[in-house]
């Protein structure tokens, strides 16, 4: 099953919209594998972000993830990621689609109050960078077959 790292960033948690994210995705019908609610310390944030390093926002961005706790998931489904990055609405919140977690509760894109993985590669990739493997759970629904065609 495909899989999406999600973080609720500092702003998210700090505006008390951990609940709100959280219900969205368990609405959706995704499945979640794993959550811990942590301090990002500034070397998981560098190589989380390591592919912006040099860009005029990089130094804000590391500042930002690391400067209050974050909720770390990880959501798994068919098409996983392009489902959570639907629901949580283009980077600029002024992009964003109506009804989306950006459009609904952000202004600026450096408070866009979610990360999710942008292809099922990275989604691999992150959960491994963010999670242990005993962190993250196998696990059915009772309800996988009314929300899961196969
Ligand atoms: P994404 O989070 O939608 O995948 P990315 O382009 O990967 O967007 O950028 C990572 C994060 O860096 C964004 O979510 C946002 O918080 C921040 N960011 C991106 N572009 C800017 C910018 O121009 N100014 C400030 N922060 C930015
Ligand atoms: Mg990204």
Redesign the pocket.
Known sequence: MERSLVLV?PDGVQRSLLGEVISRLERRGLRLAGAKFMQVSKALAEEH?A??KGK??YD??IA?ITSAPVMAMVWEGPNVVAAIRQT?G??HPLEAAPGSIRHDFALE??R?IT??S?SPENGEQEAALWFKQDELISWSRDADRWIFEK
């Open positions: 960033k972000y592919i912006h005029p926002f804000g961005l930002y949580m283009a980077t894109v450096g866009n990360h999710a942008d």
